[in-house]
């Protein structure tokens, strides 16, 4: 009919005008393709060493799983072999993470280094996720003095006691220990004491789990929850290295870079910042002291459901600061120093010298990480839209730093 064919006419001009656009919106796309692809290149080379990919992960973790194999110590742990491949999937799988949560803690004493992890920053790690209580004190000593296998293979000149500090490899291997310790030798003592006592056992606690189900355990039971609200592990990474924030880095690079270079004429002699003069610059640009912290950031319902309790973690700031505090800016430091392994100079002492200074790519992560650890705490605001994506806020939170 023609009503039929005027409605058909038209549709196909409805169509024509759709792919019309739809075309027009492509060609857009491929020129704003163009015009970012070699800012995204450049930030990619200048920021190659943040930028980890899994290759890197893969290598990092296995120099560092071979230091553990080699003291030895593991094949008493764990004799099983596919238990002890069961333990190094884990943790090449969570490793940004515990990487992070690592360097975060490792820089909560204002006394010792932000690169080694001492014996109260260990109890202060272990306090505020709930792994093991102050009654279990005794066991934790020993595991933190038994977990300094550096020592033990002649790589460290240092006898083990409660004042020595152990690092990233030896953490993780004290992290197994304490999952044993936890998850496994208690349950063992409470079955025993409940056959002694001739008393009924029940089915549940009679299956003692494996070792890296027990590592799993402590993980999904008292790390994630903490690390889930921290402004770093993946997440964080996942956003330094967003094409959003790459683009940002690159529009204002030029800014960056002097006030790089400005802060590292202070005292260092090879373009580096220390931490002192990483405290001057954080001092200098506002993100410390009692500057009023952004408010009305949208977040996920996830990271606003956290909130409450985020901030009473040394890894989440002081709670009671508006500002970023000098504990907050060690963790920066600390925490964005990139994963590269360890390394042992020729006279079998540690080179810490990199985990002493800050690089230009490792300011820049900096740079984002105070943004989220400052801006990110507002109270969001009434009827804001749960479902915003996090990353986004991320982004918001790196764009403020930057512009600062």
């Known amino acids: 009919s023609h009503d039929e064919k005027r409605e058909l006419y038209a549709q196909e001009k409805r169509d024509e005008v759709e792919n019309f656009q739809a075309e027009r919106e492509r060609q857009a796309k491929l020129r704003q393709i163009e015009i970012e692809r070699p800012k995204l290149e450049e930030m990619r080379v200048i920021l190659a060493d943040q930028l980890i990919h899994n290759a890197v992960i893969e290598r990092t973790v296995n120099e560092e799983w071979a230091l553990i194999k080699d003291s030895g110590v593991l094949d008493n742990l764990v004799p099983n072999e596919s238990q002890q491949e069961e ?16 360097k975060f803690y490792s820089a909560v004493n204002s006394l010792g ?32 003095i038994d977990s300094h296998i550096s020592s033990k293979s002649g790589k460290s000149k240092v006898k083990p006691s409660i004042h020595s500090e152990i690092h990233r490899h030896e953490f993780l291997l004290a992290l197994i220990k304490l999952s044993i310790f936890k998850f496994i030798t208690l349950p063992k003592k409470e079955i025993a004491r409940l056959k002694r006592q001739g008393q009924h056992i029940p089915n549940s606690k009679r299956n003692v789990p494996t070792v890296p189900k027990a590592l799993e355990l402590v993980y999904e039971k008292h790390l994630a929850p903490v690390l889930a609200n921290m402004p770093a592990g993946a997440k964080m990474r996942d956003a330094v290295a967003s094409k959003e924030v790459l683009i940002l ?34 001092m200098s640009a506002g993100f410390s002291g009692g500057g009023e912290r952004r408010v009305g950031l949208q977040k996920s319902s996830s990271f606003r459901n956290g909130r409450a309790a985020e901030r009473k973690h040394s890894i989440m700031g002081d709670k009671t600061s508006k500002g970023v505090t000098p504990k907050d800016i060690r963790q920066i430091f600390s925490a964005s120093q990139n994963d590269r392994p360890e390394e042992i100079e020729e006279n079998n002492q540690e080179d810490v010298s990199h985990y002493e200074v800050m690089t230009f790519s490792e300011f820049v992560e900096a740079i984002a990480r105070l943004g989220v650890m400052k801006f990110a705490q507002g109270s969001p605001n009434e009827g804001a839209d749960e479902q915003h994506e996090e990353q986004l806020s991320y982004y918001e939170c790196i764009k403020l730093a930057v512009e600062k």
């Open 249 to 282: 880095f690159y529009d204002n690079l030029e800014g960056l870079n002097n006030c790089f270079k400005k802060f590292a004429q202070f005292k260092s002699k090879d373009g580096s910042i220390s931490l002192p003069e990483f405290s001057a610059f954080a």
């Open 113 to 144: 280094g932000t690169h080694t992890l001492e014996f109260i920053e260990l109890n202060k790690f272990l306090s505020e996720t709930s792994i093991l209580g102050e009654e279990h004190s005794s066991a934790v000593l020993k595991i933190f």
């Open 87 to 102: 333990i190094r999937s884990f943790l090449h799988k969570n490793y940004v993470e515990l990487s992070d949560c690592y």
